[in-house]
Each structure stands twice: as structure tokens, then as C-alpha cells.
């Protein structure tokens, strides 16, 4: 992919003001337990425009420059440090495999970076990176301020990379439709597994176990977000991810799990009877959250602004529940109140990408943006009724379902990611007994 992030430096090139210099910093190894780092993974922006993946590393790029254009601060090679921690690129690396036109030590990069900075105008750099590269920018403004009398240029503006950046970022590459596919077919893979292998009294964290064997087997190495395991009551906890309660007998079991794969997340939920048949009221509710994720789903088309999905999911569930009684009223009036909510609280979906609520605005000039060829999104109904409710009939209680995919908008309408995880309630049924 070495052209495709050459590819991505040049498009960027063009999107910012001359006389300019772009910044962007690595991720900071985090530590989990005293002298125990979590498994490290690349900043996101930064892996975009570099394909570098190791950390105290630095790029910075300079379209207007003659020569050295980018270049990659990185660390120096150590033979007893590679042969504790594993291998590191170095600068001749990070030329001859990254495409970098210099490349120098991170351990010089305060007494480098004020005269490569030096003729730049503006710097460019993420706001919203939490790697604290604003702090390190001012200092090296100030040094080249003190030499103001002996000729010394400093850049007049620091501007925001993110939008610039998170636009490019929405609209998928054809090779980077490719790996999200990849994922989306280990996640389906996973998925599959995880509903034949259910089965009363196994544990949540059991079944959660189901899915990180097969997304490891499949060579994703990690989740790409802590897995949601929730069974009975648990399945309307949004984000539940303790994992650690039984699995009973006539519940549900709302899994919430997705592949990381090549810095690219699949983001999938699916909903499933432990003992394999779904209950008349599970199977009511599903039914509802299955025409809603349908009907949604039709509303994905290109020049399509982003809320109808949404406003197309709230619609069709509240049909439903005031079908069932557990709405009350018109149509209309739990709309405008939002009377749904305590059933459904949360939007449609998100964008999906290296980050699994990916980058983009939703809105832009102060209204819902249009859909367009290339954006890849999630589509996630659902119903949630807790035990805890007051108002609503028992048969109802602890029954939380989500059907979750995920979609990418091309010329015609959408096509899915996920189309072979099963969706309805014969294949869902079918599935966990076969």
C-alpha cells in the first residue's frame, strides 16, 4: 500500500495553504499495569498518511518544499533494545520502506524541527489528537522567534488538520473497501460461530471467547472495541461489557463484537435465543427492529441526507410498539416527544473506518449532510425494554434486541459489508440449533 499513502500526502498536498508545513504525531505506548504496556496501536491519522506503525515517531511534510518533502522522525536503531522489544526500522528504514525523502532521530527532533520549520507560513496539525504535539509546536515557535533579528521567519498560523484530514477519511479507497470487507467477512465468520456454539449456562464471557478465537485465527489480532456480551436483562445495556453473568434458559443474548483487521474496524450486532427458539414476545419485538433495520437501510442512497435512515428507524419502531401497547397515543405525538426514547435512545449508526465511530461530520453548513459513493456506515436499530421499567407489562421486560450491519454507499444505492450473518428470525433460529 507504500502508493497509497503517497497518494494520500499528495491529495492532502492540495487541500491546504501554500507555504505550508503538515504535523502529525505517533500514539503513546499506554501502560497497563506497572511495567506492563497495552499491545500498541498506530494513531490513526498518522498510519493514514505514513504506514508507519511504530511509536515516538514523528512525520512532518512540506508540499512546497524542493526536496525533502516528508520526513519521518523515528528511533534509532538499538541492538540490545530490538533484541528486548523487537525490531525497529531506523532511519534508513524509514526511507528505503516508507518512502521518506529524510529521515532523522526522534531523540533531535527539538533541535531539528525550528529550522525545518523555518519559510513555513502556516502548520497544520490535529487539534483533537490527545498526543500533545500543540505544546511541542509552540516551543519550537518560540525558537525560531528568538532569531527574528538575524532573519528568521516564524509561521503565522496554526490551523486544524481534522477536518481536512476526516473528510479525506470518510470517502473509502477502493484498497481500503477492500480490507473493511476482509473484516466484515471475519466478523461474519465469528458471528456464525459464536451462535452455534451457544447454548444454556455457558457464561458471557464464554461465548465472548468464541469470537476472539476466530477473529485471532483469522489473523485480527484484536477487537476493533470491547465486545458486548449481554444476556436477559443485560442485552438492553447499551454499552454493557462486564461479560460475566450466566446465560439462562428461554433469555436472549445481544452480541455486540467486531474485528480490528489491518487498522480497519467491522462493527456488527446480532441478537439470538440462547436455547435456539425465540419466545412469541422475543420474537414480536425482533420483528419490529428487523423492518426498521430494513426500511432504513432502503433510505441509504447517494443525495440522501444522513437523518432520513434515522428518522425512517424511529418511525418503524414506533408503529411497532404502539402495535404492541408499549407506546401509547399517535404516532405523531411520541415522535415529536420523543416518548420512544426509553425504548430506543440511541441514532441509527455512525460512521465506520480505521476508527470504529470513524471520522466525518454529519453535518455540514448546519445541515445533515448528503450521502455519498464511499462512505461506510453502520446500521443499528433497536429495542431495549429494561426489567426496571415502570408502566410496561412483565411478559415484555429484559428483552433487548439490536441488528446491527454494516453498509457502504455506491452509485446504485448500498451494498452490504455483512450480507451472510443471519439476520432473520428462521436463519438466526436455524443457525443457533444447527
Known amino acids: 500500500m507504500k502508493n497509497n499513502f503517497s497518494e494520500r500526502r499528495s491529495n492532502l498536498a492540495h487541500k491546504v495553504l501554500d507555504d505550508s508545513a503538515i504535523i502529525v504525531a505517533s500514539a503513546s505506548v499506554k501502560s497497563r499495569i506497572s511495567d506492563t504496556d497495552y499491545a500498541y496501536r498506530q494513531d490513526s491519522n498518522f498510519y493514514y498518511l505514513s504506514g508507519y506503525e511504530e511509536p515516538e515517531s514523528l512525520i512532518l511534510i512540506r508540499p512546497n518544499h524542493d526536496n525533502e518533502k516528508f520526513i519521518i522522525f523515528c528511533r534509532d536503531r538499538d541492538p540490545l533494545r530490538e533484541q528486548w522489544d523487537g525490531f525497529r526500522t531506523g532511519q534508513e528504514g524509514a526511507i528505503s520502506e516508507y518512502g521518506a525523502d529524510a529521515s532523522y532521530s526522534i531523540n533531535s527532533v527539538d533541535q531539528l524541527m525550528p529550522e525545518l520549520l523555518k519559510g513555513s507560513k502556516n502548520i497544520y496539525f490535529s487539534m483533537s489528537s490527545p498526543c500533545g504535539i500543540d505544546s511541542k509546536i509552540n516551543h519550537w515557535i518560540e525558537d525560531i522567534r528568538k532569531n527574528m533579528r538575524a532573519g528568521a521567519e516564524p509561521p503565522e498560523n496554526l490551523l486544524s488538520l481534522d477536518s481536512i484530514l476526516h473528510e479525506m477519511r470518510l470517502i473509502k479507497e477502493d484498497r481500503e473497501l477492500d480490507i473493511m470487507k476482509h473484516a466484515a467477512d471475519i466478523t461474519t465468520e465469528a458471528h456464525i460461530r459464536a451462535m452455534q456454539a451457544v447454548t444454556p449456562g455457558m457464561f458471557e464471557y464464554q461465548l465472548e471467547a468464541e469470537y476472539l478465537y476466530a477473529f485471532n485465527k483469522n489473523g485480527a489480532r484484536s477487537p476493533a472495541y470491547n465486545s458486548i ?175 446491527e450491519d454494516n453498509i457502504v454507499i455506491n452509485d446504485s444505492g448500498n451494498e452490504f459489508l455483512t450480507p451472510d450473518v443471519p439476520r432473520t428470525i428462521e436463519e438466526v433460529e436455524q443457525t443457533v440449533q444447527g
Open 229 to 403: 456480551v449481554g444476556g436477559g436483562n443485560n442485552s438492553c445495556i447499551l454499552h454493557y461489557v462486564e461479560n460475566n453473568a450466566e446465560l439462562k434458559d428461554g433469555d436472549l443474548v445481544l452480541v455486540d463484537a467486531g474485528c480490528e483487521y489491518q487498522y480497519y474496524a467491522s462493527d456488527v450486532t446480532r441478537t439470538f435465543p440462547v436455547n435456539g427458539k425465540f419466545s412469541p414476545e422475543q420474537k414480536e419485538i425482533y420483528t419490529i427492529v428487523l423492518e426498521a433495520h430494513k426500511q432504513s437501510i432502503e433510505q441509504a442512497q447517494p443525495g440522501n441526507k444522513w437523518n432520513l435512515m434515522h428518522e425512517k428507524s424511529v418511525e418503524v419502531l414506533v408503529e411497532g410498539l404502539l402495535s404492541l401497547g408499549l407506546l401509547n397515543g399517535s404516532k405523531e405525538e411520541n415522535i415529536e416527544k420523543g416518548l420512544y426514547s426509553k425504548f430506543y435512545m440511541h441514532r441509527i449508526g455512525h460512521w465506520l473506518g480505521m476508527d470504529v465511530h470513524d471520522v466525518g461530520a454529519y453535518k455540514k453548513d448546519g445541515d445533515w449532510r448528503e450521502l455519498e459513493k464511499g462512505m461506510v456506515m453502520t446500521i443499528e436499530p433497536g429495542i431495549y425494554i429494561l426489567d426496571s421499567l415502570k408502566d410496561v407489562d412483565d411478559k415484555w421486560k429484559g428483552i433487548g434486541v439490536r441488528i
